[in-house]
């Protein structure tokens, strides 16, 4: 079965790096992109992906105030974040229900750095 995945960045380069990382080496099917969190919520409740990510800091509304918003409503979502922040707001959406983190800078020309993605990628997602 094909996994589904919603990639939301305020980032056009971060969006196309994740994209071609989930098509290419995890297998996935992109069926949707977002830039903030207010399309976050809205293509969560459209395309109900077996995966999101979504940036911590987007405009308009960022990626806490969206996964709280998601969960609340489905709370079975796969939602990882992808951050440059660390500390206390991660902690939080942890607590909150994401699935996992992965931080910034993205870097996958790093075959160890592919390797911890994939595993958090499965264990939110898995196959």
Known sequence: MERTV???DDSQFIVDMLSGVFTDKLGFRVVATGTNGIQA?????QH?????????TMPVKDGKAA???ILAE?????ILIVT???GPQI?????????GYVEKPLEFDNPQYV???TAIVNGAAPP
């Open 84 to 86: 440059s922040q660390m």
């Open 6 to 8: 919603v990639i939301v």
């Open 67 to 69: 996964l709280k918003e």
């Open 48 to 56: 109900r992906p077996n995966l999101m990510t979504i940036d911590f």
């Open 115 to 117: 390797e911890e993605f």
């Open 74 to 78: 489905h709370p079975e979502a796969h």
């Open 41 to 45: 919520v809205a293509l969560y409740k």
């Open 91 to 99: 902690v939080e959406c942890l607590k909150l229900g994401a699935a």
